[in-house]
């Protein structure tokens, strides 16, 4: 997937375009760089829907004694032209010590501005990667690993509202996940799908039952009215989904 932008925060506030330098090794750096404490997003996954751009925080340091322009730690599958990122921002060298770097970074990803692929959910791995100032550069495979995730989203609906104790309730919903071809959210049939209830006065939701949706992601079940309270619906997601919770639905049971 081509990027299109990379936005470098300098001191003088200079930004140039990042092209790979070579094709992602197997092993070490071979020129004459090191990169370490190598971090994205706090291990945690990147999680995407269809309209808002998502910022994704990285780290790393960098141990050379070449003059270097423009390094960064990048998510790629197989090779140097198979990377997944918009806009990458870094900050100036934190200095340490003589030869190294720490530097902080952002890696930005705007699916309502560039073309994404749903394909592009899964596992990413990471590399880290500089230029010199006298040409050429460095590219050094990290052997970690990140999911990049479809949003997911769900609705609820509890009713009747009010009910009277000992009735049943019948509480409805949809889980839909982001397309990122289309930019819109679709239906996300045959997921398992919690069920979970507060009581009222209680900050803690437990869950009742499980749902799988029918192939159209509509949720539907019923439970017996015991206390007033609020409904709503979780799921855990998957590795090519995020997790959500829908907003609760509030019953009282008189």
Known sequence: ?????????????????????????AGAAEGGVSFTRVQVNGGKPIVIGTTKEVAVP??????????????????YRSGADDRL????????????????CDIKETMYFDPSLYDMRNSEAGVWKVAAEVHFKAGG???DAKGLTVHVKRNSRL???????????????????????ANWQTRKYAAYGGRHVSLQFKPSGSATYTTVKKVYANGSGNLKTTVKASKTGTWRWAYGGNTTTGPSKSPGDNVVVK
């Open 1 to 25: 997937m081509a990027k299109q932008v990379w936005r470098v925060v300098v001191a003088g506030g200079a930004a140039a375009v990042f092209t790979a330098v070579a094709a992602v090794p």
């Open 58 to 75: 990285a780290s790393f340091r960098m141990t050379t004694k070449h003059k270097w322009k423009w390094p960064a730690v990048f998510l």
């Open 85 to 100: 990122w918009h806009a990458i921002e870094t900050s100036d060298c934190i200095k340490p010590g003589s030869g190294v």
């Open 137 to 139: 550069g460095d590219i």
């Open 155 to 177: 609705t609820v609906n509890a009713a009747p509202e009010p009910v009277a104790k000992g009735k049943t309730i019948t509480v409805t919903g949809k889980v839909t996940r």
